[in-house]
């Protein structure tokens, strides 16, 4: 299983903001929708990834004031992407040895989408129960 099939399953829906808009508003904005994460873009460029640990840990610095920063200030810039054709497998160590949730998909220099450590664990489970329902007709019909 690869990401273009995970993103056929989900959708390929991405949540961005631009990198003036303030912590406070990101923080409503993965309220409401209820995610984990935000591509920043300015224009079509990806230019940084805002997680909600981005916004926790900018609060427990700066306390209550810090949802007045701007978004540039805090998101993290150095971003980690993955391709269509990266593998269930290859994402999961990216996350792991990373140390985060959330991966942009870039296709031809295109943002098309993103993938969770949710999606990854949702379609991986999916995978197993598949393989061992094979296994099991194939032992029952031996």
Do not use: Q, W
């Not at 805002?50 to 810039?77: F, N, Q, Y």
């Not at 497998?89 to 220099?109: I, K, Q, S, Y």
């Not at 993938?115 to 598949?130: F, P």
Request: hydrophobic share 45%.
């Amino acid at each position: 299983m690869n990401v273009a099939t995970i993103l056929k399953a989900k959708g390929a829906d991405v949540e961005t903001v631009g990198p003036d808009i303030t912590l406070g508003e990101v923080a409503r904005l993965l309220s409401a929708k209820r995610i984990g994460a935000v591509l920043v873009l300015e224009g079509e460029h990806l230019i940084g990834i805002l997680s909600e640990r981005d916004v926790i840990k900018s609060i427990g610095v700066a306390g209550s004031e810090a949802l007045d920063r701007r978004v540039r200030e805090v998101m993290t810039s150095r971003i980690v992407t993955c391709d269509l054709n990266d593998s269930v497998d290859l994402l999961m160590d990216m996350m792991t040895e990373g140390r985060f949730r959330h991966l942009p998909v870039v296709a031809e220099g295109r943002l098309v989408g993103i993938i969770s450590i949710g999606d990854v664990v949702k379609h991986r489970m999916a995978e197993t129960v598949m393989e061992t329902e094979a296994l099991r007709l194939y032992i029952a019909n031996s």
